[in-house]
């Protein structure tokens, strides 16, 4: 049971797998609760749903992976521009995902 109403914020995050490449960005109502003994606890809602906190172990939503790199908002859309970008540009450029065949 909580003394008071949650103190709510919203906040934005972007993923990125490690292991396939798959990028996301999620949004989340992160609700700050504080217990009768004065423990802090943090909820995480996205969609009307409550999840797990993106922080303690995302997962991707391509692959499975768990080795997901967590980073500001708008950092896949970034990527993404870079990339269509990078399709522009000469041919012997290698991204640094691109291994080098033997």
């Known amino acids: 049971m909580t003394t008071h ?3 709510r914020v ?3 995050y972007a993923f990125a797998c490690m292991r396939c490449g798959h990028g996301w960005e999620q949004d989340y109502e992160i609700e ?3 217990r ?4 802090a606890y943090v909820t995480y809602r996205t969609g009307g749903q409550s999840v797990p906190s ?3 172990r995302p997962t991707c939503l391509h692959c499975g992976s ?6 500001r908002p708008g950092a896949v859309h970034e990527f993404d521009e870079l990339l ?3 399709h522009q540009a000469p041919g012997h450029h290698r991204h640094w995902w691109q291994r080098a065949t033997a």
Do not use: K, W
Request: glycine share 12%.
């Open 5 to 7: 109403s949650p103190d």
């Open 10 to 12: 919203h906040e934005a």
């Open 32 to 34: 700050h609760y504080v």
């Open 36 to 39: 009768p003994d004065g423990g």
């Open 54 to 56: 993106p922080l303690s």
């Open 66 to 71: 768990h080795v997901v790199r967590i980073m």
């Open 84 to 86: 269509q970008g990078s």
